[in-house]
C-alpha cells in the first residue's frame, strides 16, 4: 500500500524559505513521476512542480526561479525548497506520485506566507 506523507510547512515572513518534504512508503520515487500541488482557498489544486525519474523537472511560471524540486533517493523522499516567498504562493501543498497505473496523494501541508 503507497503511502505519501508531507511535512515541512507553517508560517513565514514574505522573503521566507520553507523546505517541504514527502515520505513515501510502498512505492520508490526515484521509479516515477512525482510532484508538488497547491491548492489556496476557493481555487483549485495546480501544479508547483514535477520530477521524472531521470531527473527531468518542470515548473509553474509562478515559481521558476524561487522553488526547486529534487529527491532523496537515499531516504526514499520528496523535497520542495521555497524561497523568495510571497503572500500568493499560500496554500495546502500536496505531494503527488504516479505509480502505473494509480495515482496517490498525501494528506497536505498547510504554508502560509504573511506580508
Known amino acids: 500500500q503507497v503511502q505519501l506523507v508531507e511535512s515541512g510547512g507553517g508560517l513565514v515572513q514574505a522573503g521566507g524559505s520553507l523546505r517541504l518534504s514527502c515520505a513515501a512508503s510502498g512505492m520508490r520515487f526515484g521509479s516515477n513521476v512525482a510532484g508538488w500541488y497547491r491548492q489556496a482557498p476557493g481555487k483549485q489544486r495546480d501544479l508547483v512542480a514535477t520530477i521524472t525519474s531521470s531527473g527531468f523537472t518542470n515548473y509553474a511560471d509562478s515559481v521558476k526561479g524561487r522553488f526547486t524540486i529534487s529527491r532523496d533517493n537515499v531516504n526514499n523522499r520528496l523535497v520542495l525548497q521555497m524561497n523568495s516567498l510571497k503572500p500568493s504562493d499560500t496554500a495546502v501543498y500536496y505531494c503527488?506520485?504516479?505509480?502505473?497505473?494509480?495515482?496517490?496523494w498525501g494528506q497536505g501541508t498547510q504554508v502560509t506566507v504573511s506580508s
Open positions: 503527488q506520485a504516479y505509480s502505473y497505473p494509480n495515482i496517490y
